[in-house]
Each structure stands twice: as structure tokens, then as C-alpha cells.
């Protein structure tokens, strides 16, 4: 053998040697990250970590404990970084894709959450968790029907799975198919019986039909699990107040008519340019509130309907942008009548510079925001209302 080769041999199986114990260490340093991880020591598991990609960068074990770390730390943009390089070593892990989109998730970015979870539903069209966060994600934006295709989806492949129904219930509470939501919400219970959420989704559902005995039953068993949280927001919807309507006939501001009303046709003291007049809304509440509360402006606002129950202001159309009139957000003053569980509100409207200003009386919002005697913050379910809308939502 002459030198050449003997060189060559000696230097591959040096080589060798190093990758090997390159490799040792890289396992090495995973496995001390593990015990950092069990033990809750982040900072410690992240260093170990870093050193197994230093060993070995095509890791992507290492990777994927890193963006799990960085979550658990709520380090959102570092985890965004670990999960681009696992899916950059391994492009066909719908798992990946997963993990990116949770970070994006926690990140508060849904648009991008979204993305990841689309990929990764067609990389793998098996599997549930894809289709049931984009579900999530749906329903959270008030997007519901596509909330409800994506958990008919979880429904479809998975049988057997109590989540998908337990979406699909949690939806149809949003739109108020409460016999539904009871249906659905049970059948989620068949399944798992001490799925906590889906127990939330039944005591709501017997709550929007008005049989509160059978949503406090729910509660108690919330609380038996020992899910405190859940059974008091719960609990606090049972005995939340609400608004139950306006009442137009002891209102001033005649809220019934639409979009490209005319000022000068709601009082004549707007029938000169520069002119303002003051308005009054009357809203029916369904218990005793608090006077500080109801007569404090701040926990009230006005705005403009922009979709959902309160429908869309002029109906989505700019009809008149430069008549177009707005209303001060906050109201001038509010003045409570516990003895009817009535609040007046006041409110100023001031007409344009050419006397043709116009407005969409159906489609202001009106909202509250504070309590009730007993400190029970208003329902969130019926806290607004609408001309267009009519009842409170």
C-alpha cells in the first residue's frame, strides 16, 4: 500500500470518528435538554439545545425542542424561528406546519396560523388537528361557517373523537341554535364524559333556551372537575344582566330608519346649517343595575354597525362620504331610572356646514359595558343594540 492510499485510509476514518462523536454529543446534549425540560428549567434546556445544533445542525429534533421551549417561555418570534428551520430540514412533516402555526397562534397572529394549518391539512388530510384548529381560529373570528365545515371535517374522519362535535356545539351557540348546541354538546359527553369545554357549551346552551336549572347542573359538575375557571364564567353568564332592548317609543332618536337619512328629518332644530341638537336612546335592562355604573359615560359607547348581528352601516355602501355625519363615540350623559331598570341616554348630532348632512339611524351601535348591583358584569351576549337588530346582542 503506498503512502497516498495510507493517508487517504488514515483521514476517512478520522473522519468518520469525529462525525460519530459529533454525533454523541449532539445526542448528548439532547438528552441533558430533556431533563432541563421535565425539570422546568428553560433557560438551561435552550443552552443544551443550541449546543446540539452546534453538533449537529441537521437536528431536527433539536429544532422542534427548541420552538417547544421557546412556547412554553412565550418567546413567540424565536419559536417562529425554530419551527422555519425543523420545516426547512423536514418540508413534508405536517407536523411542522402544525407547530408554526401554534406559534403563530400564541403569537396572536392568526392570518399567518391560519396558512400553516392549510398546509398542513393537505399534507395530511388523515389527520384531525389541522382541520380542528382552523375550526378554532374560525370560530374565535366569528367566521362560523367556516368554522362549522372545518369541525364536520374532525366529525368526519374521527368519528369517534368528541372534539369535532364539541366544536360544532360551540358554534351553534353562537348562532343561537341552542337545541342544536344541546344535541351536539352531548353527544361530545357520550364520548368523553368529562370533557370540561364540552360540559361550558351544554350549560350555555341551556342557558340561551332559559332552562338555567339544567345549565347550573353544569356548573356543579365543572366545579366537581375542578375546572373553577370555566364553571364561573359559566356561572357569571347565568346571572350576568342584559340589555333587553331599546324602546323607541320613549326614545327621542327614532332609530328604525336606514341609511341616507336626511338630519333635517329627524328634528327641525337641524334644519340649519351648523346647528346641533340634542338626541336621547332609552334601553330596557332585564335587572337592577348599578347607578354609578349605568350612569357612568365611559362604560358607554356609540359606533358604527361594521357586521355580524348589528348588520353593516348604510347597508356596506358609501353612499354620501361627504354628508356623511358622525356621532361623538361617548354620550353626553346617561341618567338611570332604577324603579323601571331603564337607562337614558343623551347624545349630540350636529348638522354640516350645508344643512345636508345624513346618517344610518338603524345601524349605530349603542354598548354598554358595567354591572349590576350585585357586581355581575353584563352579559356580553347582550350588551349592544341596534335599530337594525332591534333586540340586544
Known amino acids: 500500500m503506498d503512502f497516498t492510499t495510507s493517508s487517504n485510509n488514515l483521514f476517512a476514518a478520522l473522519s468518520t470518528d469525529q462525525s460519530q462523536l459529533r454525533a454523541s454529543l449532539a445526542q448528548y446534549s439532547l438528552s441533558t435538554a430533556g431533563t432541563f425540560l421535565q425539570a422546568g428549567k428553560y433557560p438551561e434546556a435552550i443552552g443544551q439545545l443550541k449546543k446540539a445544533l452546534s453538533m449537529d445542525p441537521s437536528s ?53 396560523a391560519e396558512k400553516q394549518y392549510k398546509i398542513s391539512a393537505k399534507m395530511d388530510p388523515s389527520s384531525t388537528y389541522a382541520p380542528y384548529a382552523l375550526g ?37 351557540n353562537k348562532l343561537g341554535k341552542y337545541d342544536d348546541a344541546v344535541a351536539l354538546a352531548t353527544k361530545a359527553l357520550s364520548l368523553q364524559k368529562d370533557f370540561e369545554e364540552a360540559h361550558f357549551e351544554l350549560g350555555n346552551a341551556y342557558k340561551g333556551l332559559g332552562q338555567n336549572d ?49 338630519l333635517k328629518s329627524l328634528d327641525a332644530a337641524l334644519f340649519l346649517p351648523n346647528t346641533s341638537k340634542d338626541f336621547t336612546m332609552v334601553f330596557q335592562f332585564d335587572t337592577e343595575m348599578d347607578s354609578a355604573s349605568i350612569m357612568n359615560v365611559g362604560n358607554w359607547s356609540i359606533a358604527k354597525a361594521n357586521g355580524g348581528e348589528a348588520g353593516l352601516y348604510n347597508n356596506g355602501v358609501n353612499l354620501n362620504s361627504d354628508t356623511e355625519t358622525s356621532v361623538a363615540r361617548t354620550p353626553k350623559r346617561v341618567v338611570y331610572d332604577p324603579s323601571k331598570m331603564q337607562a337614558t341616554l343623551t347624545f349630540t348630532i350636529s348638522q354640516n356646514a350645508f344643512a345636508t348632512g345624513t346618517i344610518d339611524p338603524s345601524h349605530l351601535v349603542f354598548q354598554f359595558s358595567g354591572t349590576d348591583n350585585f357586581g355581575n358584569k353584563i352579559d356580553p351576549a347582550a350588551d349592544q343594540v341596534d335599530g337594525f337588530k332591534a333586540l340586544s346582542f
Not at 76 to 100: E, G, H, Q
Request: hydrophobic share 40%; charged share 15%; proline share 4%.
Open 60 to 112: 431536527t429534533d433539536a429544532y422542534n425542542n427548541l420552538g417547544n421551549t421557546y412556547l412554553a417561555m412565550n418567546n413567540t418570534a424565536d419559536a417562529v424561528v425554530a419551527y422555519k428551520n425543523l420545516i426547512r430540514l423536514d418540508p413534508t412533516s405536517a407536523d411542522a406546519y402544525n407547530s408554526l402555526g401554534n406559534a403563530y397562534m400564541q403569537a396572536g397572529n392568526n392570518a399567518e
Open 136 to 172: 378554532n381560529i374560525y370560530a374565535q373570528n366569528n367566521r362560523l361557517g367556516e368554522a362549522e365545515v372545518q369541525f364536520t371535517k374532525v366529525t368526519k374522519i374521527a368519528p369517534k373523537d368528541a372534539h369535532g362535535y364539541y366544536g360544532l356545539a360551540m358554534v351553534d
Open 214 to 262: 339544567k345549565a347550573q347542573e353544569q356548573v356543579d359538575i365543572l366545579t366537581t372537575l375542578g375546572n373553577g375557571t370555566l364553571a364561573g364564567d359559566l356561572k357569571q353568564a347565568l346571572f350576568a344582566p342584559k340589555i333587553i332592548s331599546s324602546l323607541p317609543d320613549a326614545s327621542s332618536f327614532k332609530n328604525l330608519t336606514g341609511p341616507g337619512t336626511l
